[in-house]
């Protein structure tokens, strides 16, 4: 459709439409300097006091997680918790998931109690699960029990983390923050919890969870004052990232890569200790999103980029967060509407699928993004391109990403991730598609008809147009 508008574009002068071109050539195999990649790097964050009700309660929470899982070949990791974690304590009597009360449906419990079925829940997830528990009520001893039965219970269970985002533990009056709190006295609290919860659970721990930026709180400040015994039990560092602005600057190339890079000294020193660095809970912007941001196609164009961005950058994974339902901009699908970001998602999951490393082509300097997936054996299987100019009615113009060195003989097909605008929203009728498809409202099922379009290799090179605030994935 796009290309076309282009070829009409042409013979209108005062058309600010634009068309660039940019080349790459793609590698033969995969370069040492590579990002190994997770088996799936993109996941869910369910905000801890709602899992049980998206879990049973939301038709298309499953099935939302189906797609995803058949897009990787491997089952979609999530983590539970978020601010309501450090709210929340456990009752080994409680003989239901949750309980709270709330003034209204649209709001966050200030306390809840969680019992053993709860775990149950999560155990029957068939991913992999980051569990969060309360470090903020300094109950250890609530903790280090609810984490033991977690483990007996959660045959999925990957990780535990104490505390999400502990920097605001002194305004939200939380009691283990009484007195001097700071990233220093965070350090030694979490190095002490690190002992006695992985005494319990093993070396799972999933250290930091901090919001504020890296170095004054993240893995570098707690890698230079805990001590050996504490960080054997760290299994993975992991950094909160909610970017934020206007649709336009939030899904920009070169603020998605300044943004990642900004974790560049946080991911070495982690990985340097032998530990995992994660986005433990990511989106577009905090407090559940931003209205007039969250919700729309230029969001889930951010999604798929800083997915794979940050796993070209050694960031093992990305789990983008999903708070109260019905009160949530920025999820990716709820009871009643789907929400565009969940396509950004699909997007980055097929270009990642079975894939073993990744690299980043451009240097991250305009508005387009390319990225080469290798396959187990090396070789180069799919290139992720992104058009990231800010499109929002009008004619459309379009990038040409030129792909040289290509093995592939005669053609490659390309599937494309479109809709009408950066602003559109699948609530107000302007879903995007994914390769001419849709996931449907309330149920997550596929209808239409899946698109691969074919681009001819000339002389080992392919001409792939994209057009601006879309995707495009080649396969090879
Ligand atoms: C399920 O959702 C309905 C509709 O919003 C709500 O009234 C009900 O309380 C929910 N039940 C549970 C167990 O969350
Ligand atoms: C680390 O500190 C803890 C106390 O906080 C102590 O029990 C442990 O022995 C220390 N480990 C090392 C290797 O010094």
Redesign the pocket.
């Known amino acids: 459709m796009s290309r076309f508008a282009l070829l009409v574009l042409f013979l209108i002068p005062a058309s600010p439409a634009t068309a660039s071109t940019s080349t790459y050539t793609i590698l033969s195999a995969s370069p040492s300097n590579a990002a190994r990649l997770d088996p799936a790097p993109v996941g869910i964050s369910y905000e801890f006091f709602t899992f ?2 998206y879990r ?2 939301v038709s298309a929470t499953a099935q939302c997680e189906l797609h995803l899982r058949d897009a990787y070949g491997a089952p979609m990791p999530i983590r539970i918790g978020g601010t309501t974690q450090d709210r929340a304590d456990y009752d080994s009597t409680f003989s239901g998931y949750v309980t709270y009360s709330v003034s209204s ?1 649209k709001d966050a419990p200030k306390t809840l109690k969680f019992g053993p079925k709860f775990f149950e829940a999560a155990g029957q997830y068939e991913g992999s699960v980051v569990l969060g528990l309360n470090r903020g009520h300094a109950n250890l001893a609530n903790t280090v029990e609810a984490a033991r039965k977690a483990r007996s219970v959660m045959k999925n269970l990957v990780g535990v983390e104490m505390g999400n985002e502990p920097e605001y533990f002194k305004s939200d009056g939380q009691p283990i923050a009484k007195g001097t709190w700071n990233s220093a006295t965070d350090a030694a609290s979490q190095a002490n919890w690190q002992i006695e919860v992985g005494g319990a659970v093993g070396n799972i721990i999933q250290a930091s969870n901090s919001l504020q930026s890296p170095p004054a709180w993240g893995a570098e400040q707690l890698l230079s004052v805990q001590n050996s015994t504490a960080l054997g039990y760290v299994k993975t560092f992991s950094h909160h990232n909610y970017p934020g602005g206007s649709i336009q600057s939030l899904m920009d190339h070169r603020n998605v890569v300044k943004n990642v890079a900004g974790f560049k000294t946080d991911v070495e020193k982690a990985r340097k200790a032998g530990k995992e660095y994660v986005f433990g809970e990511t989106n577009s912007a905090t407090g559940g999103g931003a209205a007039s941001v969250s919700p729309s196609f230029g969001a889930a164009l951010w999604v798929a980029s800083v997915s794979l961005r940050a796993t070209s950058s050694s960031i093992s994974r990305l789990y983008f967060h999903h708070g109260t ?2 009160a949530c901009q920025y999820c990716w699908f709820g ?1 009643y509407s789907m929400g565009a970001p969940y396509y950004g998602a699909i997007f980055a999951a097929s270009a990642f699928g079975g894939g073993s490393s990744i690299i980043a082509l451009d240097k991250g300097t305009d508005a387009f993004a390319a990225y080469v997936v290798f396959g187990s054996e090396g070789n180069p299987v799919r290139v992720a391109l992104v058009n990231t100019e800010y499109f929002t009615g009008g004619p459309r113009g379009s990038h040409t990403f030129v792909l040289e060195g290509l093995k592939s003989v005669g053609s490659v097909e390309v599937k494309r991730l479109t809709a009408p605008s950066a602003t559109s929203r699948v609530d107000q009728g302007g879903s995007p598609t994914w390769g001419g498809q849709k996931f449907e409202d309330g149920t997550c099922k596929i209808a239409g008809t899946e698109v691969k379009e074919s681009v001819k290799i000339g002389a080992g090179a392919a001409s792939v147009s994209v057009g601006a605030s879309e995707a495009a994935l080649v396969y090879l």
């Open positions: 049980p009700s049973t309660n449906d339902i019905g009871r």
